[in-house]
C-alpha cells in the first residue's frame, strides 16, 4: 500500500512539474502556425490580401504591412479541413492581382523546413510579391455634403490595364443605337453597410476589354437625403468584376458564396480600389 502512494505521488509531481511540455524542461510546445509577408505591386497598403491553405478551410488576410498568421490545427482537431501528411499549395489572392502560390510540406500537421520556402516554425523565408492586373481609382466631386436636401454626386472611374488582355464585368444600359449609360454603383457606410444602389431600369451586365492606357468613365447620378441620416465617410464601389477563371472555386466560396452579386455581397469582393470616398456633414 506504501509503494502504491509512493507511485502515485512521483507520477504526480512528474505531471505536474510538465504542464509546459510533456517532456523535460521548461520550453512550450511550440505553435503549429504559418507566418509571411505579402507585398502588392503599385501599393503602399498591403491588408486584406486573402491567403488560403488550399484543399482546407483555413483562411486569413493580411494586415497593411502584408504580414499574416495562419494558426494550424492539430490533428485532433476538426471542423477546419483535416491537416495530413502531404504537399500543399498556400494561395496568395486579391481579384485584381495575379494569384500566386508557396508549396509547403506538412508531417502529422506541423511544417517541414524547407530551405528556399519555409522554416520549421513555419516562416516564410521569402516576401510574396503580387503583380497588378488592373488598377481601380474612383473620383468623386463633390467629396463633402450637407444633404438637407436632394442632391447629386458626379464619379470618374479610371481603370488602367496592367496586362495585355483584361476583361471585366460592369453594369451598363444600352440604349437605340448602341448609346450606352454607365450604371451599377454600390455605396456603403463606414460600418460596410449598404446604404444605396444606383441601377438603372433596363440594364444588364456586360462583358468588356480594357485596353491599355487606360479605359475611363464619369457618370452622375441623385443621392437621396432619406438614405444618409447619419453624418460621416461613405464609399461609392462601382460593380467591376475581373473577369479570370484561374481561382479555386472552394477559395471563392469561402470569402463568400454571393460576392459577385449585385447587393449588400459585393463589400466581400476582394478588388483592391482607391478613391471613392465622400463625406455627408
Given at each position: 500500500m506504501k509503494w502504491t502512494a509512493l507511485l502515485f505521488y512521483v507520477v504526480f509531481l512528474f505531471l505536474g512539474a510538465c504542464e509546459d511540455n510533456p517532456f523535460f524542461g521548461d520550453d512550450k510546445i511550440p505553435e503549429r502556425e504559418i507566418t509571411g509577408r505579402v507585398s502588392l505591386q503599385f501599393s503602399e497598403n498591403?491588408?486584406?490580401i486573402y491567403v488560403w491553405l488550399e484543399g482546407t478551410e483555413l483562411i486569413t488576410q493580411t494586415d497593411e504591412n502584408g504580414d499574416f498568421t495562419m494558426p494550424l490545427p492539430t490533428p485532433s482537431e476538426q471542423g477546419t479541413g483535416s491537416i495530413v501528411t502531404g504537399t500543399y499549395k498556400l494561395y496568395f489572392y486579391l481579384a485584381n492581382y495575379r494569384l500566386e502560390y508557396v508549396t509547403i510540406e506538412l508531417l502529422n500537421g506541423e511544417v517541414v523546413e524547407d530551405l528556399s520556402t519555409i522554416s520549421k516554425?513555419?516562416?516564410?523565408?521569402r516576401i510574396v510579391s503580387l503583380?497588378?492586373?488592373l488598377t481601380l481609382d474612383t473620383k468623386i466631386?463633390?467629396?463633402s455634403y450637407i444633404l438637407s436636401e436632394d442632391d447629386s454626386i458626379t464619379v470618374n472611374v479610371k481603370l488602367n490595364p496592367n496586362k495585355p488582355e483584361v476583361f471585366i464585368n460592369t453594369i451598363v444600359r444600352v440604349y437605340d443605337r448602341g448609346y450606352v449609360v454607365r450604371t451599377g454603383f454600390l455605396i456603403?457606410?463606414?460600418n460596410h453597410q449598404l446604404i444605396q444602389s444606383i441601377d438603372i431600369e433596363g440594364s444588364k451586365k456586360r462583358r468588356e476589354a480594357v485596353m491599355?492606357?487606360?479605359k475611363e468613365w464619369t457618370a452622375e447620378f441623385p443621392l437621396n437625403k432619406s438614405f444618409y441620416s447619419s453624418n460621416g465617410e461613405y464609399n461609392v464601389i462601382p460593380y467591376i468584376v475581373v473577369d479570370r477563371s484561374d481561382v479555386p472555386p472552394k477559395l471563392e466560396s469561402l470569402i463568400?458564396?454571393?460576392q459577385k452579386s449585385f447587393d449588400q455581397n459585393f463589400i466581400l469582393y476582394p478588388l483592391k480600389r482607391t478613391g471613392g470616398k465622400f463625406v455627408v456633414q
Open positions: 498591403h491588408s486584406e516554425e513555419g516562416e516564410l523565408k503583380k497588378n492586373i466631386s463633390p467629396q456603403y457606410n463606414d491599355s492606357p487606360r463568400g458564396a454571393n
